[in-house]
Each structure stands twice: as structure tokens, then as C-alpha cells.
């Protein structure tokens, strides 16, 4: 898709301690990165095969000026431009209708990567607004259970919302936080911790990101997400699988995070993502710090590998 640069580029500042960093990671990327996280994404929709098909939901598009081109990597998400440059592929029939999810292309990989199946017992821990509780209740066939959990009632709104709307009856909405699932004695099939992060794989989303970035924050939100993933762990069903993702670019959050799972809890296994898209090297060791090799096997991908948001995800298996 042709990269778009937000006006005034020039203006947009970066914190020193920000650039530094990221130089840090990236080296001569660093550039191309800057280029892309100052650039417009394309707006990009999940069919949602509950209530229609896929190619019903682009017949109907089509005729209405839009212009879909295939995600790769997921056989229901499409790019979605207009003929007359319009954006607001939120603003038809078939949207309020619950016949598609606007949602980013890179945001459909972890549920493709949980796998879910008919007739499981899934938790989406950290869900709203419900981009990927929809995702794996729609894989699911509304048959099985999914518990879509979030901690503040302001943020269940729109879960709720969603979920009705895309015609899924096989979603419970909870509301706690995420760790309190330990007390609760249930065991998962699998389990989604998407975790609260940063949020620097969004720039090009949101400049806010660029304003609130902080080594103190990354911090306080990597000491959250290890107990979520944690606590994920701890309630998986033995021989179960739970994906963690985030859409941050920090190792902190990221890598380390995976790699503490992994070195406390000798029946986590990493398990290869097998899925056909450009990615980047992982982060083996940062600030000093070095990881769990096996770490190697999770997916990071920067704004430019596929002109999408920053992103990562890692598959974990609970040992038998």
C-alpha cells in the first residue's frame, strides 16, 4: 500500500532519551522506522463469517466505491481504501450490521495464532474494545466458550457493544482485574493476555504515544505484565496454549517479559508462529539484560516490515 507522511513531519519531536533508545535497537533502521511511525496506516477490516461471507461483504463494498486488497496473513482481514479517498468504512450498512470489524491488519495475528477451536474454553484476559474476543469467537463458531474480562466498566461498554453487534453468543463478559483469576479455579483451554503496554507500535495511530513515552512508565507496565502473563500461565489447562501479545516495540515489555516466563516456569515452552509474513529479528538482551534464547521464537514486527503497527506476539505451550 503507498505510504502516506502526515503533514509537518519535521515538527513532530521525539524525546532525546526516545532516540537514543531506538537507535539503540535499530541501527540503520532507524530512519525507515521513523518514516513509517510518521506515516498514515491504511485502514484495514475483518469479514466477520458469523452473519456473512466473504465474498458477499466485498460485492456489497465494492459497489459502494471501496477497494479491498488481502491481508496476507489473514484470510478474513482486507486493506480498505475508497475510489474518492474517503475514510469512514465505519460509516456503512454492512458495519452497523456487524457484517465486518474495523481493525488493524496487525491486530488480527494473535488470535490466529491462539488457533481457537469449536467447543473450547477460552479466556481473552485483557479484551476490550473486543477486536480480538470477536476474532476468536468468530473462528470459534459460537460454539465453546469465550470469557472476555476487562477492568473498568468504562471499557466493557464497547466490548459489550461489539459483541452483539458481530451476532456472538458465545461471549461472557467479565470484570475484574486480570491476576484475579488466579483465585478463581478455573482452568483454560487457551488463553489470550493482550497485554496493557505502551503502546509504541501506534505512533503512526496516535502522536500522544511520542508525548507520554517514558522509561518510568515501560517500567511500571512491564511489572503489570509480568503478573498477567503469569497469572495466564498459572491457569492453563496442561498441554494448553496461551499467546502473549502487545502492540509495544520495547524489549521490556516484549522479550523480557516472555523471557521471565520462561526461566520461573520450567513447563513453558515456546513454540514456533508459523506464519507467512515479513518479520524482524527478535531482541536477545537489552540495557544489559540478556534473555532466554528461546526467545528467538517469538514474532516482533517494527512499522516497516509490513506497513502495519509495531507489534509482537509469542505462542507458549504448558507442558504436560
Same mark, same amino acid.
Given at each position: 500500500? +503507498? $505510504? ?7 515538527? =513532530?519531536?521525539?524525546?532525546? #532519551? ?32 458469523? @452473519?456473512?461471507?466473504? %465474498?458477499?461483504? @466485498? &460485492?456489497? $463494498?465494492? &459497489? ?16 480498505? +481504501? !475508497? ?9 456503512? $450498512?454492512? !458495519? ?5 470489524? =474495523? ?13 481457537? &477451536? ?10 476490550? %474494545? ?12 459460537? /460454539? *465453546? ?21 458481530? *451476532?456472538?453468543?458465545? =461471549? ?11 483465585? /478463581? ?15 509504541? *507500535? ?12 517514558? %522509561?518510568?512508565?515501560? +517500567? ?9 502473563? #503469569?497469572?495466564?500461565?498459572?491457569? $492453563? ?15 521490556? +515489555?516484549? #522479550? ?9 516456569? /520450567? ?29 528467538? /521464537?517469538?514474532?516482533?514486527?517494527? %512499522? ?12 507458549? #505451550?504448558?507442558?504436560?
Amino acid at each position: 500500500m +503507498e $505510504l502516506k507522511p502526515f503533514p509537518d513531519t519535521n515538527k =513532530v519531536k521525539f524525546k532525546p #532519551e526516545f532516540e537514543k533508545r531506538y537507535k539503540k535497537l535499530l541501527g540503520d533502521r532507524y530512519d525507515e522506522y521513523i518514516k513509517y511511525s510518521l506515516s498514515y496506516l491504511t485502514r484495514s477490516i475483518r469479514i466477520n463469517t458469523i @452473519k456473512s461471507t466473504i %465474498p458477499k461483504v @466485498k &460485492k456489497a $463494498l465494492k &459497489k459502494r466505491g471501496w477497494i479491498l486488497t488481502q491481508v496476507p496473513f489473514c484470510k478474513e482481514g482486507f486493506w480498505v +481504501e !475508497h475510489e474518492t479517498g474517503r475514510l469512514d468504512i465505519g460509516n456503512t $450498512l454492512e !458495519h452497523s450490521l456487524g457484517y465486518y470489524y =474495523v481493525q488493524e491488519a496487525a491486530s488480527m495475528i494473535p488470535p490466529i495464532v491462539l488457533d481457537p &477451536k469449536p467447543g473450547e474454553l477460552i479466556l481473552d484476559m485483557c479484551a476490550a %474494545p473486543g477486536s480480538k474476543t470477536t476474532q476468536i469467537a468468530q473462528y470459534m463458531e459460537n /460454539k *465453546g466458550l469465550v470469557i472476555a474480562n476487562d477492568f473498568t466498566g468504562i471499557r466493557l461498554k464497547p466490548l459489550g457493544i461489539n459483541v452483539q453487534r458481530m *451476532g456472538l453468543t458465545n =461471549v461472557i463478559i467479565t470484570m475484574m482485574f486480570g491476576q484475579w483469576f488466579a483465585k /478463581k479455579n478455573i482452568m483454560f483451554d487457551k488463553i489470550l493476555v493482550d497485554a496493557p503496554c505502551s503502546g509504541t *507500535g501506534t505512533i503512526r495511530k496516535s502522536l500522544k504515544t511520542l508525548r507520554i513515552w517514558n %522509561p518510568t512508565m515501560i +517500567e511500571r507496565l512491564a511489572a503489570t505484565q509480568r503478573k498477567l502473563i #503469569e497469572t495466564g500461565f498459572t491457569i $492453563l489447562k496442561p498441554g494448553g496454549t496461551m499467546v502473549y501479545s502487545t502492540c509495544s516495540t520495547e524489549p521490556i +515489555e516484549n #522479550e523480557a517479559t516472555v523471557s521471565y516466563l520462561l526461566n520461573n516456569y /520450567k513447563k513453558a515452552k515456546l513454540l514456533d508462529i508459523k506464519l507467512n509474513i515479513p518479520k524482524s529479528k527478535t531482541i536477545s538482551e537489552f540495557d544489559g539484560e540478556k534473555y532466554n534464547s528461546e526467545v528467538k /521464537k517469538t514474532l516482533r514486527l517494527w %512499522p516497516q516490515d509490513n506497513n502495519t503497527e509495531g507489534f509482537y506476539v509469542a505462542k507458549i #505451550e504448558k507442558q504436560l
